[in-house]
């Protein structure tokens, strides 16, 4: 490949928790994961990203850690870790793993020490801050699960901040040696073969330090934050995204070059686009950034290529070398066939959608269980895991339906996933999507994963080229993706009904064969679109 793997890469989010369960205990893990890893780089893609295996209290099911250097016991050993990444480089797959920096578990030594006193060799590790006059918090800042995201600590009668859960505490990342331990854990898997890093909630580093009220908000939205939580009454302009995180990134990124690995962050926040571009502009920092931009629930032509292209202009402003990873579900949001798809959302729409983003210019980060086209899972309140989603019950049910586990067989019971009940339960609709169904079939969502990313991978233009959109009228999405002489035109019906595009008269297309994505034919200056359907050409003027 001529560009670094990252660069235009393929990569597959793996839950370890729901991916499959070696040891038979209902919950998936390492062992589990590398018996499956055949299966990942049976995709055709070049990475895994694994969501946090390390020790915690899984009060945010790992989001939460205890010891960043070692493998929590549900999901194996540091020895199990290892296996995994030796049968990974044997089949090619390169290995990103989860670095929540952020913010650790309040089980954390570091943590447990810092709260005693205020006067500790920790005491200043995390944010503390004094009541005001009446007692109440240091100031207006709200928790992204809702609520202050101050929480008081009787010991040192002082608040500590917590932009997530109260057992999130946030790291201080003004403090020199907290930041240059951050550094070391992250060495830490380094030194033990890891290809990258995905980086949590990493516009979270700092908080301003004179620690000023958020203002109110002028327009709603945001990250992961749903229409019921206060959380989208302010403008995050203190509590998140400050000037010191990109010094910090430039630290981070040196530390990567000596290994050459490659990060990618998860950026949210109210400027989205432009501190993504920021935070991986002139290649001394982030390698990409994660956007949230399309995890919406928006769909509809004039919504991706307003973001595609306003991230194109954000990536020209901060010089041109900026990277976008791009991803249409994660274990944060309700599942695309669903989010997207509503009642339509059938194999044509799975097809449809990761021949969409897998086009777009960047990298691509697929979910566990999209190439299975799954959808989201209903989970009755009894069985419901995640805090978020019992704290804003019934208006807002929480991240566990999109975390259900991977059917893998769909006539074992719990779908082959486990021997016993699994953590989450197995969808009785998931089981006719079973990976061992789809791999018998053809024409399965499965095979169209496969079929579409190998041909993916046999153009580079789609790794490498330029993007620009023509014009076309809703639901259809056109672009062209260019190199060097190469000029290809994808045409996608994001509609339910038949379409039709008119094309300028100076084009002249040509069919691209191959790819397996159907239901778009070129006629007589026009192409004809199915419900759902995609055309692939080569432009010939
Ligand atoms: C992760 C979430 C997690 C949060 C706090 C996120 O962005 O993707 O699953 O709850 O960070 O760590």
Not at 365 to 388: K, N, S, V
Not at 410 to 434: I, N, Y
């Amino acid at each position: 490949m001529s560009m670094q793997w990252w660069r235009g890469g393929v990569i597959y989010q793996v839950y370890p928790r729901s991916f499959a369960d070696g040891n038979g205990d209902g919950v998936g893990d390492l062992p589990g994961l590398t018996a499956k890893l055949d299966y990942i780089h049976s995709l055709g893609v070049d990475a895994i990203w694994v969501s946090p295996f390390f020790t915690s209290p899984m009060k945010d099911f790992g989001y939460d850690v205890s010891n960043y250097r070692d493998v929590d016991p549900t999901f194996g050993t540091l020895d199990d870790f290892d296996r995994l990444i030796d049968k990974a480089h044997a089949l090619g797959l390169k290995v990103m793993i989860d670095q929540v920096l952020s913010h650790s578990s309040d089980q954390h030594a570091w943590f447990v020490e810092s709260r005693t006193s205020r006067d500790n060799p920790r005491a200043d590790w995390y944010v503390w801050a004094d009541a005001r006059a009446d007692g109440t918090p240091p100031n207006n800042w709200q928790s992204v699960f809702g609520g202050s995201a101050w929480h008081w600590e009787s010991r040192r009668r002082q608040y500590y901040l917590h932009n997530f859960l109260t057992s999130q505490p946030d790291l201080n990342f003004h403090h020199p040696a907290v930041r240059e331990q951050m550094l070391s854990e992250v060495r830490f898997w380094l030194d033990r073969g890891v290809d990258g890093f995905r980086f949590d909630a990493c516009n979270f580093h700092f908080h301003d330090a004179k620690l000023r009220d958020n203002p109110p908000a002028e327009s709603s939205g945001g990250f992961m934050v749903s229409s019921e939580n206060p959380y989208r009454m302010q403008e995050h302009r203190y509590d998140n995204t400050q000037p010191e995180n990109v010094a910090f990134f430039v630290q981070l990124r040196a530390l990567l070059d000596e290994y050459g690995a490659a990060s990618v962050g998860e950026v949210g926040g109210e400027n989205a686009l432009a501190t993504m571009a920021q935070y991986t502009a002139d290649g001394d920092k982030l390698h990409m950034a994660y956007s949230f931009n399309l995890l919406t629930p928006e769909f509809s032509a004039a919504h991706v290529r307003e973001t595609v292209e306003q991230m194109e202009a954000k990536l020209a402003e901060y010089g041109g070398k900026g990277w976008t990873c791009w991803s249409t579900g994660n274990h944060d949001v309700p599942r695309v066939m669903t989010r997207w798809g509503k009642e339509h959302g059938g194999p044509s729409f799975a097809r449809l959608v990761l021949a969409m983003l897998s086009t777009l210019r960047g990298s691509v980060c697929l979910y566990q269980g999209e190439e299975l086209g799954l959808t989201e899972a209903d989970i009755p309140f009894e069985r419901i895991q995640d805090p978020y989603g019992i704290t804003f019950w019934p208006e807002f049910k929480g991240r566990d339906g999109c975390r259900t586990p991977m059917p893998w067989r769909a006539d074992a019971p719990f779908g082959g996933f486990s021997p016993v009940e699994p953590w989450l339960p197995m969808p009785h609709a998931h089981l006719t999507q079973a990976v061992d169904l789809q791999s018998e079939d053809r024409n399965s969502t499965l095979a169209f994963f496969r079929h579409f990313l190998a041909w993916r991978k046999r153009h580079p233009a789609l790794q490498e080229g330029d993007i620009r959109f023509l014009d076309a009228a809703e639901p259809l999405l056109v672009f062209e993706r260019t190199l060097g002489a190469d000029r290809y035109v994808f045409v996608f019906n994001l509609g339910a009904t038949r379409e039709t595009w008119t094309f300028p008269a100076g084009l002249k297309l040509a069919t691209v064969d191959g790819h397996a994505l159907r239901g778009g034919a070129l006629g007589d200056r026009r192409i004809d679109l199915a419900p759902h359907g995609g055309w692939i050409g080569r432009s010939c003027s």
